[in-house]
């Protein structure tokens, strides 16, 4: 007798999830000592980092694909911040970097709590491409050195960062550049051969020659420690708090952002739910048992995500099985790891950015004639005024942007189309007639404190400019909502209309607008004034007036 369906279906699920695990913990474990030399941390702390997120996140988390682990992005923003708050030291750099995880973690589950799931919406997709390309510019820029073999980069200013990598050159080690050279040539060939595990297959060659890599001055991985340290994180003094969470705001901006639109990418690809506010307080999970673990900060990177869903994942149990594989691998493995060599983790960071080094993400910007300014500030504010400074200028510049956008929008004269019952723009439809004796004005923006006064001086200057006005109709379909400046700003339009005799109607209001106009009880604006649903009935419509007038003769 043969298997129930729905029982076949579950072993082939189990089976294809098994597999999707075993081959991504290939391809993560690696990656997680090399972003610790990002973070400037020893390799221990990317590798507890990445079996608490696949651990934490495969028990509670809600998307199926998501691989939460340590992310080259953030690993940047963590390295920043310590060199700023604790300097060269590698032991307070250490403490600090633990210290800024638990915070991280405190943030994500408060925005939790908060049911603050909208968080990541703060960082425009523009914005965040942009950040990306600066940032995967100044990782491999930074990892140049470890495949030159000539002194450590530190610091994140990229001109500073170019000098000191000259000044270096004549110091080039010629047997480490061909290690890095060899490992990321065949780290790109072994794109084209999809089954080919790239990263595994220039670990297994370098871990094979690290003996003769080493006789010749080729620095290894080194020891890697993974006893956890139950110890508490060493607390910021008190005059280093505010810095800090501030850094821990954000890295939780950038991790979330960067979690964020790949859980709900995968989502919509294959048409799953998503839970922002769960995946916020199971990513506060992992990033503070990360932070007690002295471990680095978690997020589910798009790689990692896309590579387990390429392996062909279908539930969070793969997640699980990679979690296992990698404490099988650290255990069993262990001492081959710490024979990895450096220009071999070198190559798989700069092959890792690489993806996000293509020119192509800002083609559809520039051909939409949409947000380019946005994306090219947040590339060069990474570039010019580092990692952390770089985000925050370029979050700042896109809600400038947007503001400007909004404070100055454009007023639309509408007339009617071939008459019929559409209005539209006049100046985009010349065809389009105006009704005698009547103006017809839209806001293309939401009114709002920022704009309202300037939006109704632009209706003011086409009344002025009109002959024989009789009636204004205000189109406010972009109007979800008005607060206290726009209201006010329109009881005083309404009056000074009514002092010229020109009868005011508003038209497709929402209903939030329409309760706001209708408890304010503007003098000049009658209750009938107010529930036109569409541009058309406001046009039609009897005037109160006029209707007085046939039944009073």
């Not at 060659?205 to 890599?213: D, E, H, I, N, P």
């Not at 990679?322 to 960071?349: D, K, N, T, Y």
């Not at 008005?482 to 005011?504: H, K, Q």
């Amino acid at each position: 007798m043969s298997a129930p369906p729905n029982v076949v279906s579950a072993t082939n699920t189990a089976g294809t999830d098994i597999l999707a695990g075993l081959s991504i913990a290939g391809l993560l474990l690696p990656e997680a000592v090399a972003y610790s030399s990002i973070a400037g941390l020893p390799p221990q702390a990317g590798v507890i980092a990445l079996f608490v997120g696949l651990a934490c996140y495969g028990l509670l988390g809600r998307s199926r694909f998501a691989i939460v682990s340590a992310t080259s992005s953030s690993a940047a923003v963590l390295a920043a911040g310590t060199l700023a708050l604790a300097g060269g030291d590698q032991v307070s750099r250490a403490a600090m970097a633990a210290t800024l995880v638990l915070l991280t973690g405190g943030c994500f589950l408060i925005a939790g709590m908060a049911r603050l799931g909208g968080l990541s919406h703060l960082i425009a997709r523009p914005v965040l491409r942009g950040y990306t390309f600066g940032l995967a510019c100044v990782i491999a820029l930074k990892q140049l050195p470890h495949l030159f073999g000539v002194p450590e980069l530190h610091g994140d200013f990229v001109p500073l960062l170019l000098a000191k990598l000259v000044r270096d050159l004549p110091q080039l080690h010629v047997v480490t550049l061909g290690c890095g050279a060899l490992a990321l040539a065949l780290l790109f060939l072994s794109e084209r051969l999809r089954r080919v595990p790239g990263s595994l297959v220039v670990i297994a060659l370098g871990v094979a020659v690290s003996g003769w890599l080493a006789h010749r001055g080729v620095p290894l991985t080194g020891e890697i420690v993974l006893t956890p340290q139950w110890a508490w994180p060493t607390w910021p003094a008190s005059g280093e708090w505010l810095p800090s969470v501030e850094l821990a705001a954000a890295l939780l901006l950038i991790l979330y952002a960067e979690s964020y639109s790949s859980i709900r990418g995968f989502a919509l690809k294959h048409g799953d739910r998503v839970d922002s506010n769960r995946d916020l307080a199971v990513l506060g999970l992992a990033n503070a048992i990360s932070g007690l673990l002295h471990g680095m900060p978690v997020g589910a990177g798009y790689s990692g995500t896309s590579a387990n869903e390429a392996a062909g994942a279908r539930s969070r149990l793969s997640g699980l099985v990679a979690a296992v594989s990698v404490l099988l691998m650290v255990c069993l493995l262990l001492r081959w790891i710490e024979r990895i060599p450096q220009p071999v983790l070198a190559a798989i960071v700069i092959h890792a950015v690489s993806k996000s080094l293509r020119i192509s993400t800002f083609t559809p910007y520039f051909r939409w004639h949409r947000d380019r300014l946005v994306a090219l500030a947040a590339v060069l504010a990474v570039l010019s005024l580092g990692i952390l400074n770089g985000l925050l200028f370029a979050i700042a510049f896109s809600l400038i942007m947007l503001l400007r956008q909004l404070s100055t929008p454009r007023l639309s004269v509408l007339g009617r189309l071939a008459g019929g019952h559409d209005f539209v723009d006049i100046e985009q439809h010349p065809e389009a007639v105006a009704p005698p004796g009547m103006l017809i004005v839209r806001p293309e923006e939401p009114l709002f404190f920022v704009n309202a006064e300037s939006v109704l001086a632009q209706a003011r200057h086409r009344v002025d400019a009109g002959q024989g006005l009789c009636r204004l109709v205000l189109s406010l379909e972009e109007s979800p909502d008005l607060d206290g400046t726009a209201l006010e700003a329109l009881g005083d339009f309404a009056a000074w209309l009514s002092a010229r005799g020109i009868e005011l109607r508003v038209a497709r209001l929402k209903d939030a607008a329409r309760d706001a106009l209708s408890r304010m009880a503007i003098p000049q604006l009658s209750p009938q004034a107010l529930d036109y649903w569409s541009v058309e009935d406001a046009v039609s419509a009897t005037s109160p007036t006029s209707s007085s007038a046939k039944e009073n003769p």
